[in-house]
């Protein structure tokens, strides 16, 4: 049983084909098939169910995999440790769609400037793909604005983004200091698609006061719905984050909320994660960030 083994075997399953592992190992396929002939024969047991020429793990397989990646992991982790002692290396970060395309940017020119040799690789996608990236350690880090489901991720917050009201500038609530969600439900609301982290948060707030939106539009594009409400089409309830610009550039009218509204944006990664120095200072980064915003947020 060696080391070799173990990386065959995840390769194997993160890619459900034998001919794909192969490929990314740089290894002929008989070596990889060969490889997982020998560790079900060494454990006595089958890992993988072959039907035609699909494959798909047992459940014996799964409980294997747990185990082979952590195996795996903590051996590229010593690798990275002791080979990129200094600042030069590479981490890789994924993030949200909304934290990639707002706050992203700053934090690499930020990250890039103390580690100037450093090569970064990002990612922007899904919550659920980078905890599911990270899981699988393709990602060292991910920043997402859910608290991550799997019992393997650690999350850490690192700023809050509170929920803006916005009108438009004559609207007939625009020159009120605060407003309550049952005032504004008495208007036509534009809404963000159901699923995203902003919408699951409005919709429980109206469900635990009991209050009913009355949906003009619903729509993934937060442009979408910001113009819409500064052409007097209706109300909406979004993250500051995402309508920061717009408050500042006079396009639409921000209001308090009597009940403030916020969620954590997290930093996560797995439990197992050895957190070297380029990690924990692009940590560091994101954790400056989110206090220097705290002012900005609090006017909200």
Known sequence: MTLRHMKIFVAVFQHSNITRAAAELHLAQPSVSLA???????????????????IS?????????SYALHIVTLFEDMETKIKNWGAVGSIRIGTSITIGTHILPFLLNQYQLQYPSLKIQAVVGKSSDIEQKLLDNSLDIGLIETNPEHIDLCATPFMQDKMCAIVARD?????????????????????????????DLLDACCSLQRLS????????STQAIVKAVANGLGVAILPYLLVERDVLENV?????????????????????????????????VCQRYGR???????LV
């Open 36 to 54: 997982i002939k020998e560790l079900e024969e060494y454990y006595g047991i089958q890992l993988f169910a072959r039907i035609g020429r699909r």
């Open 57 to 65: 793990p047992t459940p014996c397989g799964r409980e294997f995999y």
């Open 171 to 199: 609207h007939p609530l625009a020159s009120q200091k605060s407003v309550s969600l049952s005032q504004l439900v008495e208007y036509p609301f534009l809404v963000r698609e159901k699923g995203s982290a902003g919408r």
């Open 213 to 220: 939106l009355q949906i003009l539009l619903e729509s993934s």
């Open 252 to 284: 639409v009218e921000p209001l308090r909320l009597c009940q403030p509204l916020q969620r954590d944006l997290n930093i996560v990664y797995h439990k197992s994660k050895f957190l070297s120095p380029n990690l924990k200072t692009f940590i560091a």
């Open 292 to 298: 220097d915003h705290e002012i900005a947020l609090d």
